[in-house]
């Protein structure tokens, strides 16, 4: 379940999207270990999934698992219970659900659990397993969940952006960030105002995907305000407006960030007291 404000976005969003994308390597990427699997010139090439889920595995304590697949599946991978929930779904939007689906399954298998529907509630997000949590996230080229049992964490969020230059994106800035935000990115301009925002705005998503479960409301983008150190590939989310009585302005969360050549990868999670 993305943030209910996502589907205003995209509205503002104008849809033929530039193709000139920018090739930005994370600096995760020249880890000794992925030097050794691949030669200078498939360096500037699309990692591969394997490439990018060995990366991706430090977004999360070890407890978590993360699956990804830059592959679209179709809706032969679901199960008959999910199979009503698609009626009248698009066929990009039939891919989303069940590539999800799928990686959630994934997820659930690696942590002992049988193939189980995952179905949703009538807020869009994830019906989960008793006793496991989990978040689901998409976009281009990219599909992932990420799930964990809550004995060891009582929920989580998991987001990936896509870094593609959109025609109006210091309308969209304007929309999910706090004064704050917005003073620091008036100071970028070309991909790296597109790299902080976009970045912002997955972990936006990821904290709500977190927290969502917890105080069953709706809460907008600029409840919290987000300070990234991309040198330790981490952030760091404040409360900047009650949100219920536990979860209240002034409380700090921390997170992992990736960049890994055009997508941003972000995940939180908060542990059992």
Not at 99 to 109: P, S, V
Request: proline fraction near 4%.
């Amino acid at each position: 379940m993305n943030h209910p404000d996502t589907t205003i976005l995209l509205k503002i969003v104008d849809l033929p999207f530039y193709r000139n994308y920018f090739l930005s390597l994370a600096k995760s990427i020249t880890l000794s270990a992925y030097k050794r699997k691949m030669s200078p010139e498939a360096l500037l090439q699309e990692p591969k999934t394997a490439d990018y889920q060995e990366l991706c595995q430090e977004l999360f304590p070890s407890e978590v698992i993360l699956v990804l697949s830059q592959q679209s599946k179709n809706e032969s991978v679901l199960l008959k219970d999910e199979l009503s929930l698609v009626t009248g779904y698009s066929e990009k939007r039939l891919q989303e659900f069940s590539t999800g689906r799928w990686c959630a399954r994934n997820a659930l298998k690696q942590l002992g659990h049988k193939p189980v529907s995952i179905l949703k509630n009538d807020k869009g997000a994830p019906i989960w397993p008793q006793g496991f949590a989990g978040s689901i996230s998409h976009c281009k080229g990219m599909y992932g969940a990420a799930v964990a049992n809550t004995r060891r964490y009582r929920s989580l969020g998991f987001d990936v952006e896509h870094l593609q230059t959109r025609s109006q994106e210091k309308a969209i800035v304007k929309y999910i960030c706090t004064e704050k935000e917005l003073e620091r990115l008036c100071l970028l301009s070309g991909k790296n105002l597109i790299k902080e925002s976009r970045a912002i705005f997955s972990i936006k998503e990821s904290f709500y995907k977190c927290l969502a479960p917890l105080v069953q409301k709706y809460f907008g983008f600029k409840y919290a305000q987000v300070q990234i150190n991309w040198s330790r590939e981490e952030f760091t989310l404040e409360i900047v407006k009650d949100i219920t009585t536990e979860f209240i302005s002034g409380m700090r969360f921390n997170g992992k960030a990736k960049l890994i050549n055009q997508h941003v990868f972000t995940g939180m999670c908060l542990p059992q007291t």
